[in-house]
């Protein structure tokens, strides 16, 4: 006779014997269900920091992720109908080489360290920055910010703005490129809670 | 190795190369093969992550003359 005690030893046994494979296995079909997402926050309004959200937004997409950006502060800039006017400046930026896209190897390999009072002083330097790179990132065959949009656009990249600081810098939605929800920091937070990748860029 | 359609990616940079190639399959048939040439070095470890997360089978990747070819299958 099998006494309650052991019929109950022998249950835990085999139950510590199943469960551990039993459970990777079911966690392991659950992941291989469960559809990536990722929810980025993007709050920079410059023509350098402005790629990062899209090249992300978009591969994750090609990967068949579910992806969500959330514009808020200058990231508004990364919506505004015409995205050409983005800049770039490389004052106060120690991290950004100041390399020529032309000339010669010798010369586009020159690194131009030009003081920050100098940048400061000269006008429309931004500007001259900013073409310079643009000519460095066709050079490149690096994508421009606006075809990566639409490219992420196209993949079903969900876009959401932050109403409040549209109101904040005086836009109007009609600033804005279409097929955007205007919302609050209380519906973004849930979609970021529900993402496998969180990024604040 | 026979393909179905193919992929001009060079002078591309990251992430045109896996943009372009996840339209073209988009607009293939399951069982068809895509054959990509690109001259962007992290193409190869990208294409290879690329075909892992969705199931699009990377049939072979090689390099010749600075060049990368890859063939992929639609799931």
Redesign the interface.
Known sequence: MTTPAEIDELVNKRLDELLPQKLEALLQARAEAKTPSMAIIATKGTLDWAYPPF?LA??AA???WDVTIFYTFYGLNLVKKDVSDLKVSPLGNPGMPMKMPFGPDWFKSINWNIPNIVQAGIPGFETLATSLMQQTIKN????TIAELRE?AQE?GVKFVVCQMTVELFGFSHDDFIDGMDYVGAASFLPVAQQADVTLFI | MNFDKELDARGLNCPLPILRAKKALNEMTSGQVLHIVSTDPGSVKDFAAFSKQTGNELLSSAENNKEFEFYIKRK
Do not use: E, H, P, R
């Open positions: 090249i978009s591969t090609a990967l068949g490149n065959g690096v994508a490219l993949a």
